[in-house]
C-alpha cells in the first residue's frame, strides 16, 4: 500500500507536489500558498501548530465496481468528508492518510489504488482555509490536504470512531459529486476517468 520512498515526509511532500503538478497543471494556482510555503523554506509544514499552514492527509476510498465512495459524517464539522486528519511522526503521507482512514471508519481490507500516478503523486491535492478556533487555541490558518485513492469493497464491514464521527457511508458517485464542497466534484470528475 505505501509508497516506498527513502526520503523524510517533507521532502517527499515537496517531490508529490512537483509530481501532482506535472499531472494537473490547472491547479497550480490553487496551490499557490502550499507552494510559496515551500519556497520560503517552510520546516514546519508538518506541524499542526503551524498557524501559516500545515499539510494533513485523507483518503478518497473507492469501490470502482460499484461506483461508491467511503465518507464520514465529521462530527465537529457538521458535514460529509473524506476521513482524514493531521500528519504525525514520520510515516509517509500515504502510510498517514491510510491509518486516518481506518481508524476514522475502521474498514479492514483497504488497499492502495493503482491508478496510473500512483507511485508518484497523491490522487488530489488541495488547499483550504481553516478559521481561527479559540476552543483550541488555535489561529486562522490553512490546511494543505494531500489526498490519497485507496481501493475497498464497499460490502465489507465498517466499525467508526465515534468519538470522531457522527456516521460512516457508502456514497454513489453521483451522491459524492454533489456534496457542496468544491473538490468533491473535481475529485469525482478524476473518479470518473478511472472506471
Do not use: C
Not at 14 to 31: C, M, N, S, T, V
Request: glycine share 8%; hydrophobic share 45%.
Amino acid at each position: 500500500m505505501p509508497m516506498t520512498l527513502a526520503q523524510d515526509p517533507l521532502t517527499d511532500a515537496r517531490a508529490q507536489l512537483a509530481a501532482y503538478l506535472k499531472l494537473f497543471p490547472g491547479e497550480r494556482d490553487d496551490l499557490l500558498q502550499l507552494q510559496a510555503q515551500f519556497e520560503a523554506n517552510d520546516v514546519d509544514l508538518l506541524l499542526r501548530s503551524n498557524m501559516r499552514g500545515h499539510i494533513t492527509t485523507s483518503g478518497i476510498v473507492f469501490d470502482d465496481v460499484a461506483g461508491k465512495v467511503l465518507m464520514i459524517h465529521h462530527r465537529g464539522l457538521d458535514r460529509w468528508l473524506q476521513p482524514g486528519g493531521h500528519h504525525e511522526g514520520s510515516d509517509p503521507l500515504d502510510r498517514s492518510a491510510a491509518r486516518e482512514v481506518i481508524e476514522e471508519t475502521g474498514i479492514t481490507d483497504l488497499l492502495r489504488h493503482t491508478w496510473p500516478s500512483a507511485a508518484d503523486a497523491p490522487f488530489d491535492i488541495e488547499t483550504h482555509f481553516i478559521p481561527a478556533n479559540p476552543g483550541k487555541a488555535e489561529g486562522e490558518h490553512w490546511h494543505h490536504d494531500f489526498i490519497y485513492l485507496f481501493a475497498a469493497d464497499s460490502s465489507a464491514s465498517l466499525s467508526p470512531q465515534w468519538a470522531e464521527v457522527a456516521g460512516v457511508q457508502w456514497m454513489t458517485l453521483q451522491a459524492f459529486e454533489s456534496l457542496p464542497i468544491g473538490r468533491f466534484g473535481r475529485i469525482a470528475g478524476k473518479l470518473k476517468a478511472l472506471v
